[in-house]
Every structure is written in structure tokens, then in C-alpha cells.
């Protein structure tokens, strides 16, 4: 079976839950945004911050700045959603802002993460494949971005010799625990079979990264990984101002809840007892349930493979349910996150929950930190 063919576990017959599409999407402004009247250019850029914001509950939004570092692109928005047709959606808003007239779309990548038919747990730790289903940005300060794809030789091989060239890969890439890989395939719905986005802090430690890599064997089955966008993580205010003409940052209040720190998540008709929903909460996926007319918030993620919780089935009622993931039947309690029962050993984050004119709110809770024996 090739890895075209081969499913989430590299075998068929398996669950395909919790895949996220992902799209690296790279915007050029024309220089003709900038001759505008300063209150047309800040009208414009809050309205295309508003558009975006619009859907932080939908996906997983990241922006980067460009400026100074590539010619041909200025910055670059990474989506990530549970189906293609949210980036569809995303796009239409970006472009019917004031904005919109004048972005060009140079470069976007469509990708969708999934398991590696390799081998990958014995050296990165026995939950790194099932890691990859999920992508969950870090803190760090840049994004490196190409899109990679193998010569047909390397098809032809075995998988033997495959995972040998594999596990030469990764034990150079351990030499670097300051670079993070986030690697998702394209075969067949866009022109890479792989779009790779590594996360760092200090770009000199990729280029020691990438020039270790080209002297593995796997390198010499590598027909294109260009072109190579360097990326720098900006809040979106921050990433628009960035782009030139009058600022906005210091004017936007970029704290998306209100002084409480509560934040709208979804109305509550959209969750009748017995529902669950995920929505994004501050970059981070958040499952929502509705035990007869109880409402809970919990991080979506468990803990021991990054199952998706909301997928799980509920059981008790009243203050003692609990769910259980899908995946390796982790329980977990609704109410604190703790673990009740199963392979996992640390809790999930939890959230208060409330309801505001129909609304319901969630609001971060420090996480619990017990362990279970």
C-alpha cells in the first residue's frame, strides 16, 4: 500500500477522526492601498480585522508578517478547520472588505494532517503519531513554510529503506528540540504531496537544521521543497500596521473577551441538552456539552493522544458525568478535567461556563495539575 493509499494509521479499515484541513494562505498589498486617505486605509484595516476575527470561534487563525523578509508576499494567515470550505469562507470575507480590492494572493497551500505510515513512536515518543492529527501553534516568534515533494524513486523503494532514511531524519531533527515540525500532506488536493511548517525562535537554528538534512539520504529523493517563506508571528493589529499607512494596534483592544475575561462561544439554541460542539477558543480548541440543560467546557485535546473529545460519548448526569474519548477510552471528569479512568494520566483544562442573552460564555480557569497513580 503507498502512502497515497495508506489511511490515518497506515492501514485501512481505521477511523479517520479528528483530521484538520490546514491552509497557508500568503497575501501581497498593492502599493496603490497606501496613496489612499489615511481614514480610508485605517477604515480598511479594521474592517479586515474585523472580518477575521469573525471567525476565531470557526478555526484556528494565525497571522505572520512578511514585510522585509520575501519580495513577492507581505504576510501570510495559517488557518486551520475541521472542513476546506471554512477557508472558502474566509477568503470570500477577506476579499468583500475594504481591503480586499487591493490583496493579491501569491502563494496558498491546502494540506490535511494525518498519521505517518512510519515509524515515528519508537524515537519521538509513543503519542507523536497520533500528535499529528492536531495542529497546536506554540508561542515561538517565526513560522518557516514550503511545500515538499519526493522524486517517484522514492515510492519504488521499500518500506525498510524508507524507515531507515526516516529514522535518520529524525535523529538529526532531535539534535534541534528548539525547532518544532509541523508536517501535513497535500496528495491530490493541491500540488505538493507535503506542505512542512517548522516553528522556532531564532532563524540562524533552521538554517543549522536544514543544512544537516541535506547531507541525509533521504535528501537525494527530494525533486522540490521551494519556494521557502520565513514568517514572523504578529498579533493581526500588529501584523496590519506592518503593512505601512496609518496604525491601528495601539487603538485595538486585542484581548477578544470582555475585562472579565469572558468571551461569547456560541449561542445557546445552537447546543440543546444531550449536543456537543468545539468551537476556538484564544488558538485553542474547546468542547462545549449540554447534560440535560448542565453546561460544561473542557479542552477538546485529551491528554494522553490528543483525541477529540467532543466526539466522546457522555455518561452520568447531573455534577458527576464524565466523557469518554473516542480514541483509547480515556475518561475524563465534565466538571474538573481530572482523569477517572483509562490509559491517560493527566487532566484536561477546564472553563467556566455561563449564559448571557442567549449567549453561552466561557472564561479560562487555571488548569488542574493532579496526577492520577
Known amino acids: 500500500m503507498s502512502e497515497r493509499q495508506a489511511d490515518d494509521n497506515g492501514r485501512s479499515g481505521k477511523s479517520r477522526q479528528g483530521r484538520q484541513f490546514v491552509k497557508f494562505s500568503f497575501y501581497k498589498l498593492d502599493p496603490a492601498f497606501r496613496r489612499l486617505p489615511e481614514e480610508n486605509q485605517r477604515a480598511a484595516k479594521l474592517e479586515f480585522l474585523s472580518a477575521i476575527r469573525s471567525f476565531n470561534r470557526r478555526m484556528l487563525l494565525r497571522s505572520y508578517s512578511l514585510v522585509g523578509l520575501r519580495a513577492d508576499a507581505d504576510f501570510m494567515i495559517w488557518q486551520v478547520a475541521e472542513t476546506p470550505e471554512r477557508f472558502q469562507e474566509l477568503a470570500t470575507a477577506i476579499l468583500n472588505t475594504g481591503m480586499g480590492p ?10 490535511v494532517t494525518r498519521r505517518s505510515i512510519y515509524d515515528i513512536g519508537a524515537m519521538d515518543g509513543e503519542d507523536a503519531a497520533a500528535e499529528r492529527l492536531v495542529i497546536a501553534p506554540g508561542d515561538h ?3 518557516f513554510v514550503y511545500p515538499f515533494v519526493k522524486t517517484r524513486a522514492w515510492y519504488a523503494l521499500s518500506m525498510e529503506a524508507r524507515q531507515a532514511m526516516i529514522d535518520e531524519h529524525i535523529r538529526i531533527g532531535r539534535r534541534y528540540p528548539q525547532i518544532r515540525l509541523n508536517t501535513t500532506y497535500s496528495y491530490g488536493i493541491d500540488d505538493q504531496e507535503f506542505v512542512v511548517a517548522f516553528e522556532g525562535d531564532n532563524p540562524a537554528d533552521f538554517v543549522d537544521l536544514v543544512m544537516e538534512l541535506r547531507e541525509s ?5 527530494t525533486l522540490r521543497d521551494t519556494p521557502t517563506f520565513t514568517c514572523r508571528h504578529l498579533p493581526l493589529a ?5 503593512l505601512g499607512g496609518p496604525p491601528i494596534a495601539a487603538d485595538v483592544a486585542l484581548f477578544e473577551g470582555d475585562a472579565d475575561g469572558w468571551i461569547d462561544a456560541l449561542s445557546l439554541d445552537a447546543l440543546p441538552p444531550g449536543d456537543s460542539a468545539q468551537v476556538y477558543i484564544a488558538g485553542q480548541q474547546v468542547a462545549l456539552f449540554n447534560v440535560g440543560g448542565t453546561l460544561y467546557a473542557l479542552g477538546n485535546r485529551c491528554s494522553h493522544a490528543r483525541g477529540p473529545l467532543v466526539e466522546g460519548r457522555v455518561e452520568g448526569d447531573g455534577d458527576a458525568c464524565t466523557v469518554v474519548c473516542p480514541w ?3 475518561r475524563f471528569d465534565l466538571a474538573t478535567g481530572q482523569v477517572v479512568d483509562g490509559v491517560a494520566t493527566m ?5 467556566e461556563v455561563a449564559v448571557r442573552d442567549g449567549v453561552i460564555r466561557v472564561r479560562a480557569r487555571q488548569p488542574a495539575v493532579e496526577r492520577t497513580l
Open 347 to 351: 487532566p484536561v483544562p477546564t472553563y
Open 102 to 111: 487591493y490583496l493579491h494572493a501569491p502563494h496558498a497551500y491546502l494540506a
Open 328 to 330: 483509547h477510552y480515556a
Open 238 to 242: 500588529e501584523m496590519l500596521d506592518s
Open 217 to 221: 539520504k533521504a535528501s537525494l529523493y
Open 141 to 143: 516568534r517565526y513560522l
